[in-house]
């Protein structure tokens, strides 16, 4: 969240200073009436040298072409002159477009254009140090260099650069360092100096320098791994100082004193993230221009100050991850009351605030995002919340609130776009004919209390992207238009409720990505799944019918379907699921034998599955030990107990299935011997061959294995086993790596035929 706000600071400064350039220039020429010549001869070859270094795969420059190189894409002209002043060949966007980066050299041709004032090159991907030569052109007044994936030592050449005003080194992409930062005390005229992500970790004395440093208005040292933050600047030279950004340093002391609390004209400061300690200090009082406070992720302790009543034109307060540990209607009385109408954004999750929200108003008329997640909030949510009509985001979870919500609440927010009351105790009862005024992107009510009707309200929520109404005690019929009203959505969780109905009869029209329905009752048939679709738990409901021929989810992920009523055979589609990781079809009625992939290789791609963790266990599957195993090298996991698979154990899993730490065969009808290639496994910790017809001893090997409990005959044991939570049907989706022992194992062997 950080990083997006600060770098949409840094659009708004470039786009004013480009507006500023560009005005004085117009003004220049309405004076006078010169004509434009076409560019000087030497500088449209030095323009040609430099992109003849360049790679530009998307073919960027193809307009430097023709004589007249002022009129090429990125290059300007002096209207007086016709010399080059501009070259403007920043990427398209530093985030969205690999594609159509420059790259290649920087060719010192460059030089040629001496009279420049103007460099961007941010954005692209050169992948080399920053030539040294840019330091001898002279006329720089603005140079960016941010976000082009520049690396290595940044050269102190530039430090000759007098005349520069802006100069922007974001190293975000990138991996720059300077161990002496002495050449930047040259640069007086800077108003704008960026360097995130430069590492400075070796240089102590940074402020002195940054101090020689008159006109700065901006400055962004953050993730520079700078390590001192003086106390106190005593001849502070840096008064026209508005936008301090020092976020994810590691200053590691005191809050108070710290040099920037001097810099009472600050407008925005960003300390976030820079192992500050001790109490909020009553210094913040001092900057009453403070616009934006971000204090978030320290170890600061108690109530903010008192004198925060000074800060009368605070717009964001983020000081999440800090220990306020004090009543939130109290914090609530602190926020200066003059700066009510201006406050924007209040973030204050993780902040250990008790008690309850005050119940009367806190007129915070302009308050866009509110977050008090994941505190120690009891208590009802007051009405007045209702009257914060420019709200967008409110984030409630992880409480203690209880009490109800109704339409009061939340019919007049109708600028809400992010509701969250996940865990608390929250009920919700609206009228089933109330049409909300928003139109949410994200719904979080896990845990709430909104049935036991379905929520009818949803209906009309047609832009959700995430929706989570998991165990809200709704027990009702899944009502038809929730699959046309969530076709949009791309995370649906509506587990661990007591929702009836079938799913509809193709979900190919649905852009869901991640879809949790497990724990409920929903009947029928598995229909074509959402195209993107990449997770599905459906487990714990009444499924019926077979596994699908075609899942139409080619991406799948993890797919789990536990104890339904699915019946039939497991058809060849599941080999077609290329990227399935894990795949969880116990406690069915399935028949048949496993179907081998190595039969039907011109429907599937035999040549390796990305299956991690599979369980057959609890159908009625019968035939040999599955060979398609043999192509899924990655398996861990594996589980085909309560079965009725039969024959012998083959030699190839101690070949193929290196990786497994967990193989659970019991109830089988397996027989003969345990292979000795099955002991070529290093990672297995749980062997269970428990209830088949294995004969022979137990390969010597095994025995040996350090930390390998071995249980008899004995049924006490098998309690014990289960007793270290491994039975999979019961485990959360994430528990299945987990579910393997670290550092012990197991093999139990009872009711067989073997000998020691
Ligand atoms: C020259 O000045 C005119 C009039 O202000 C302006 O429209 C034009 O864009 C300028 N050309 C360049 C190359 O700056
Ligand atoms: C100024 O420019 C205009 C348009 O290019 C031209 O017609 C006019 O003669 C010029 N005036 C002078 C004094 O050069
Ligand atoms: C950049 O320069 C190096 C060394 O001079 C050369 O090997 C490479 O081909 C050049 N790259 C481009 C895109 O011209
Ligand atoms: C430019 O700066 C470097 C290092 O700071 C210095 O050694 C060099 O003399 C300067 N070059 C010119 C031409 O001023
Ligand atoms: C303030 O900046 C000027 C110009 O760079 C410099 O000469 C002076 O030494 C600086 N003052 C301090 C206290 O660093
Ligand atoms: C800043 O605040 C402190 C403590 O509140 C106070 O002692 C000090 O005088 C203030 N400094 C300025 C410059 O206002
Ligand atoms: C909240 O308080 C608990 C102890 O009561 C502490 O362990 C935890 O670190 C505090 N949270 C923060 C963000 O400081
Ligand atoms: C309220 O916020 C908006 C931006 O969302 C801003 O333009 C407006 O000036 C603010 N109102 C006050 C009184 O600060
Ligand atoms: C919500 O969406 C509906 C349908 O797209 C639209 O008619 C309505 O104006 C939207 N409401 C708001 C507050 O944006
Ligand atoms: C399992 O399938 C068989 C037929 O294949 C059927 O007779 C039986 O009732 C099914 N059992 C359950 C629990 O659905
Ligand atoms: C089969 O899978 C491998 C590895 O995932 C891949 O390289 C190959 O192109 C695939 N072949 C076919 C026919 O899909
Ligand atoms: C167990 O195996 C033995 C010999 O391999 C065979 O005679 C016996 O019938 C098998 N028992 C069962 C229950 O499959």
Request: contains cysteine; hydrophobic residues 40%; glycine residues 6%.
């Amino acid at each position: 969240m950080g990083t997006i706000q600060l770098s949409c600071i840094q659009i708004a400064i470039g786009l004013l200073f480009l507006t500023q350039a560009k005005s004085t220039k117009e003004e220049t020429s309405a004076h006078r009436n010169y004509t434009i010549t076409s560019c000087i001869s030497d500088e449209r070859s030095a323009l040609v040298t430099f992109r003849a270094g360049l790679s530009d795969t998307a073919n960027r420059l193809s307009s430097w072409k023709g004589g007249d190189c002022c009129q090429w894409k990125g290059v300007h002209c002096s209207n007086i002159t016709g010399r080059v002043i501009r070259l403007d060949l920043h990427g398209p966007g530093c985030h969205n477009s690999i594609v159509q980066v420059l790259g290649g050299n920087i060719s010192s041709s460059l030089l040629g254009l001496q009279h420049l004032q103007y460099l961007d090159l941010s954005c692209n991907r050169f992948e080399l140090q920053i030539p040294e030569f840019l330091g001898s052109l002279y006329n720089l007044k603005y140079i960016d260099l941010s976000n082009s994936y520049f690396v290595g030592r940044v050269p102190p050449q530039l430090g000759n650069l007098s005349n520069l005003r802006y100069f922007s080194l974001d190293s975000t992409l990138g991996d720059t360092y300077s161990r002496d930062i002495t050449w930047l005390s040259r640069l007086t005229s800077l108003q704008h100096l960026d360097m995130t992500f430069v590492n400075l970790s070796t240089i102590a004395h940074w402020l002195p320098v940054v101090n020689m440093l008159p006109f700065l208005k901006i400055l962004r040292l953050g993730y520079c791994d700078l390590t001192s933050s003086p106390d106190s600047l005593q001849f502070s030279n840096l008064t026209s100082l508005e936008i301090l950004d020092l976020p994810a340093n590691d200053f590691l002391k005191r809050s108070t004193p710290n040099w920037f609390w001097g810099l009472t004209r600050l407008k925005y400061l960003d300390i976030s993230a820079s192992g500050l300690h001790g109490p909020f200090p009553d210094e913040i009082g001092n900057m009453t221009s403070m616009v934006r406070l971000d204090l978030s992720s320290n170890d600061l302790v108690g109530m903010v100050p008192t004198s925060m009543k000074n800060l009368c034109n605070l717009e964001e307060l983020f000081l999440f991850e800090n220990n306020i540990n004090g009543c939130i209607a109290e914090f609530f009385q602190r926020l200066p009351s003059c700066s009510w109408n201006k406050l924007q954004t209040l973030d204050l999750p993780f902040t250990n605030l008790t008690g309850s929200l005050p119940t009367t108003p806190v007129p915070l008329s302009n308050l866009t995002i509110l977050d008090l997640s994941c505190n120690k909030l009891t208590g009802p949510l007051p009405l007045w919340i209702g009257e914060l009509t420019k709200l967008k985001s409110l984030y409630l979870g992880s409480n203690n609130l209880d009490g109800v919500i109704h339409e009061g609440h939340l019919s007049r927010l109708d600028m809400l776009d992010v509701l969250t009351l996940s865990d608390n105790s929250i009920a919700i009862v609206v009228s089933p004919a109330w049409v909300p005024a928003f139109n949410l992107t994200t719904l979080e009510l896990r845990s709430c209390q909104l049935g036991a009707k379905f929520p009818m309200w949803l209906r009309w929520q047609r832009q959700l992207y995430s929706l989570d109404i998991s165990n809200t005690s709704i027990s009702d019929m899944l009502p038809d238009w929730f699959w046309v009203s969530t076709s949009s959505v791309f995370y649906i969780n509506i587990r661990d409720n007591k929702i009836r109905g079938v799913l509809p009869s193709t979900m190919e029209f649905m852009r869901g990505i991640a879809m949790d329905f497990s724990s409920n009752q929903i009947t029928g048939p598995i229909p074509k799944l959402p195209t993107n679709l990449s997770n599905l738990d459906i487990s714990r409901n009444n499924l019926v019918g077979p596994l699908p021929l075609d899942f139409g989810a080619s991406g799948l992920q993890t797919l789990v379907l536990f104890d339904n009523c699915i019946s039939g055979n497991i058809p060849y589609s599941l080999f077609k699921l290329q990227s399935l990781s894990l795949l969880d079809i116990s406690g069915n009625n399935l028949t048949g034998s496993v179907p081998d992939c190595l039969d039907n290789e011109s429907t599937t791609n035999t040549t390796s599955l990305s299956i991690r963790n599979l369980s057959l266990r609890n159908n009625h599957l019968s035939g040999e030990f599955p060979s398609f195993l043999q192509s899924c090298n990655l398996l861990i996991f594996l589980d085909l107990s309560n079965n009725h698979f039969f024959g012998t154990l083959p030699t190839w899993i101690g070949q193929k299935l290196t990786s497994l730490a967990f193989l659970r065969l019991r109830s089988n009808m397996f027989y003969g011997h345990i292979p000795v290639e099955l002991m070529k496994i290093s990672n297995l910790q749980y062997l269970d061959l428990a209830y088949n017809n294995i004969t022979g001893s137990i390969p010597t090997s095994i025995v040996n294995f350090k930390g390998m409990i071995l249980m008899g005959d004995d049924d006490a044991g098998y309690e014990e086993a289960f007793g270290h939570g491994l039975a999979i049907g019961d485990n959360e989706l994430v528990d299945y790596s987990e579910s393997t022992h670290k550092g012990s194992r197991e093999i139990i062997y009872r009711r067989n035929h073997i000998l020691w």
